[in-house]
């Protein structure tokens, strides 16, 4: 039997580490009961990462137990439905402010656009926002399903979100256990010698028009959602393996980890009162697409 | 040249048009229609969603197996709402870029990151 303790976990680079560390602590151990203490705070959209982590040490059967004494959060954690994967019955959501934590096989699109749909488009209690910017989010969200289907060979994806009304923003977190920007990358650009740590293959991954499928073209998705999250003066971070990238108003980042993720967890944090134009600039030719 | 419309709507089977599997499908039929010389319409009547990942799929990858000019004087698209039509041109400019010279785009897009650091 073994306690883990979890504090203050909010969206910041010490949340991630906390996390990060934790699955680092037991990944090679197998059989354990571990206890995980939750306290102080937990971030809603942070489900989709605990319950990633979880998940790879339960692979070892090791038994998760999650010990909240805080009963805000463990109402959270309950209303979003992330407890329901541990031994809790599943709770209807009666403040209406998460987006539900969800795990599904990347294969499994149909489901996802349900999810998609109950969880975000056709929900009233939306923050109120503009139907461009509405579109824009869902793109984005489906922009990155598609991304961990195509390049993460994940056996599974982990979404979760929440709303904040009354600062008119909305978290999504989106997060898969396959290989990670650095294996990938690296093993496009294997033929021509070089190698990225891992902020750079993020960073090589993110620029507009760079894809590591060999055969189709691509490399549009990423470069897209940071032009959004840019107009939006909205928040991005991508954590994969070490690598630690940020891009909020003040600019892009990047940061190390001493341990690394097992994955990549995309979080963006949308205005929702964001009175941007989405529509185009400039009209587009319908003759001149090709 | 006789025109073949292809109703997207149709050939996904959902007003999303999301995965790049989907796309294949109607690859492989805008394929089938260049290689029997005719021209395709492909209307996107009724359609929501369109992610990049489909459209890679979908005519992206034709710059791979036709020439630029023939695809342009084979190819038009209707009913697309301006956003979507703007994500097919970002597309197609991007393949357009991306068959000409795989190895050197590569190449150059290494040293940018590697000269950026």
């Known amino acids: 039997m073994s306690d883990y303790k979890l504090e203050n976990i909010d969206n910041g680079y010490k949340s991630y580490k906390q996390i990060i560390d934790f699955y680092d602590y037991y990944k090679d151990g197998f059989f354990q009961t571990i206890n995980v203490h939750i306290e102080n705070w937990f971030g809603g959209n942070m489900a989709?990462?605990?319950?990633?982590?979880?998940?790879?040490?339960m692979e070892n059967l090791n038994t998760i137990n999650f010990v909240i004494k805080d009963v805000e959060?463990?109402?959270?954690?309950?209303?979003?439905?992330?407890?329901?994967?541990?031994?809790?019955?599943?709770?209807?959501?009666?403040?209406?402010?998460?987006?539900?934590?969800?795990?599904?096989?990347?294969?499994?699109?149909?489901?996802?656009?349900?999810?998609?749909?109950?969880?975000?488009?056709?929900?009233?209690?939306?923050?109120?926002?503009s139907q461009p910017l509405k579109k824009k989010i869902t793109e984005s969200i489906y922009e990155l399903y598609v991304n961990a289907q195509i390049h993460s060979n994940t056996k599974f994806v982990y979404t979760c979100g929440q709303l904040f009304p009354a600062k008119n923003k909305i978290e999504f977190t989106f997060v898969d256990t396959g290989r990670g920007f650095k294996n990938v990358v690296n093993s496009a650009l294997e033929p021509f010698g070089r190698h990225f740590n891992a902020n750079q293959a993020i960073r090589w991954a993110i620029k507009d028009k760079n894809s590591t499928k060999g055969d189709v073209s691509g490399g549009i998705g990423l470069a897209i959602l940071i032009e959004f999250i840019k107009l939006n003066k909205g928040k991005l971070q991508?954590?994969?393996?070490?690598?630690?990238?940020?891009?909020?108003?003040?600019?892009?980042?990047?940061?190390?980890?001493?341990?690394?993720?097992?994955?990549?967890?995309?979080?963006?944090?949308?205005?929702?009162?964001?009175?941007?134009?989405?529509?185009?600039?400039?009209?587009?030719?319908?003759?001149?697409?090709? | 040249m006789e025109t073949i419309e292809l109703f997207i709507y149709n050939i996904v089977g959902s007003q999303l048009c999301i995965e790049a599997e989907d796309g294949q499908k109607v690859y492989e039929?805008?394929?089938?229609?260049?290689?029997?010389?005719?021209?395709?319409?492909?209307s996107f009547q009724n359609i929501e969603m369109i992610t990049t990942a489909f459209l890679n799929t979908a005519v992206g990858q034709?710059?791979?197996?036709?020439?630029?000019?023939?695809?342009?004087?084979?190819?038009?698209?209707?009913?697309?709402?301006?956003?979507?039509?703007?994500?097919?041109?970002?597309?197609?400019?991007?393949?357009?870029v991306f068959y000409k010279d795989p190895e050197e785009r590569l190449r150059k897009s290494i040293d940018e990151i590697l000269g950026e650091k």
């Open chain 2, 29 to 42: 039929k805008i394929k089938k229609g260049f290689d029997e010389n005719k021209r395709i319409s492909l």
């Open chain 1, 73 to 129: 959060i463990k109402n959270l954690l309950l209303r979003n439905g992330f407890l329901s994967y541990y031994g809790h019955d599943i709770e209807i959501d009666d403040r209406h402010t998460t987006i539900k934590y969800l795990k599904i096989k990347p294969t499994d699109g149909r489901f996802f656009n349900n999810y998609i749909f109950g969880e975000l488009i056709n929900r009233p209690e939306l923050p109120e926002m």
């Open chain 1, 48 to 57: 989709a990462v605990l319950g990633s982590v979880s998940d790879l040490l």
């Open chain 2, 62 to 96: 034709l710059y791979r197996d036709y020439p630029e000019d023939k695809i342009r004087s084979s190819m038009e698209v209707k009913d697309i709402a301006p956003d979507d039509a703007k994500r097919i041109k970002r597309v197609t400019d991007t393949a357009k």
């Open chain 1, 238 to 290: 991508i954590v994969s393996d070490n690598g630690f990238y940020l891009l909020d108003e003040t600019g892009e980042k990047d940061y190390d980890f001493p341990t690394s993720f097992p994955g990549s967890i995309i979080n963006i944090s949308v205005r929702t009162d964001d009175d941007a134009s989405y529509s185009l600039i400039g009209e587009i030719n319908n003759n001149d697409l090709f």
